[in-house]
């Protein structure tokens, strides 16, 4: 019973969701003009003397590494999850979920499960042509199980940004405005999490530090597993930690929501 009622919320999405492709089309048709930019840049960068490997890449394994942080941030990435989460509770729409024998968390990842595949199902056309136009430069795993480590990766990568957008939202019920909080976290995501530059082209203990933040397994980690840039004792430890987070940023969610409804007044809605 409790599966079917997630599963009617997450159809429902599914529904409500597509009404908005169009949207989400142009969100990331325009989201692939900084890859010019960042085509552009590299390229200056290995035409310099000495520029014919940087940190273990090559300017074909560069560009490749940043065609897949698109892809999978596009997988993974929650859009307009946070902003909802705010709004229900500033506008009291969550009363509903204080009588009723549902989960909010488990509601709220129904919907953020049902966004990914719309959005997902919506920007693979575009995707698929920048991948066919640099398809020179891709270079996929030979091993199965690569395909199947950084798939389970990037699912935990899912949850772990899910988690942590859920857990920022769950602010309002203490401030007003939770904006300038949300960029300040996205802004260090952006900046640790791999979308900017490798991680692994940062200087050795630099990296070591960053390992253990939750940054680094919500977007680098499962493209750098699928580049097979970890491996051995590496990959082990990066799921290790991985899942860690995982488990964390749950339990952080879970604590933000029984205390922030400690503090919500129950008005509107």
């Excluded at 989201?31 to 960042?38: H, V, Y």
């Excluded at 009291?92 to 129904?110: C, D, V």
């Excluded at 091993?143 to 699912?155: D, G, M, Q």
């Excluded at 940054?215 to 499962?222: I, K, M, V």
Aim: aromatic letters at 20%; a neutral charge.
């Amino acid at each position: 019973m409790n599966a079917a009622k997630y599963r009617t919320v997450f159809t429902l999405s599914l529904q409500n969701t597509f009404v908005y492709r169009w949207n989400y089309f142009l969100r990331a048709l325009f989201g692939l003009i900084p890859l010019a930019g960042t085509v552009f840049l590299w390229n200056a960068i290995f035409k310099e003397p000495g520029g014919r490997g940087f940190g273990g890449y090559t300017y074909a394994s560069m560009i490749y590494y940043y065609l897949l942080t698109i892809l999978a941030s596009n997988l993974v990435t929650p859009t307009e999850d946070d902003w909802q989460i705010a709004s229900d509770i500033r506008e009291g729409q969550i009363n509903s979920f204080l009588t009723k024998p549902l989960s909010y968390l488990g509601y709220r990842t129904s919907i953020f499960l049902a966004g990914r595949l719309v959005y997902t199902v919506v920007t693979i056309v575009p995707i698929v042509i920048i991948f066919i136009y640099f398809r020179s430069f891709l270079q996929l795993p030979h091993n199965v199980s690569t395909w199947i480590v950084a798939s389970i990766s990037l699912v935990f990568a899912a949850f772990i940004q899910f988690f942590i957008t859920y857990s920022l939202a769950l602010m309002a019920f203490w401030i007003l405005e939770i904006s300038t909080i949300v960029f300040i976290v996205y802004s260090f995501e952006y900046f640790l999490g791999g979308q900017m530059f490798p991680i692994d082209i940062m200087p050795r203990s630099i990296e070591e530090v960053m390992k253990w933040l939750p940054f680094y397994y919500e977007l680098f980690c499962p493209v750098a597993i699928f580049l097979e840039r970890l491996r051995g004792a590496e990959l082990i430890q990066a799921l290790e930690i991985q899942s860690g987070w995982f488990i964390v940023t749950l339990m952080i969610a879970q604590f933000m929501w029984k205390r922030g409804l400690g503090h919500y007044q129950a008005v509107g809605g």
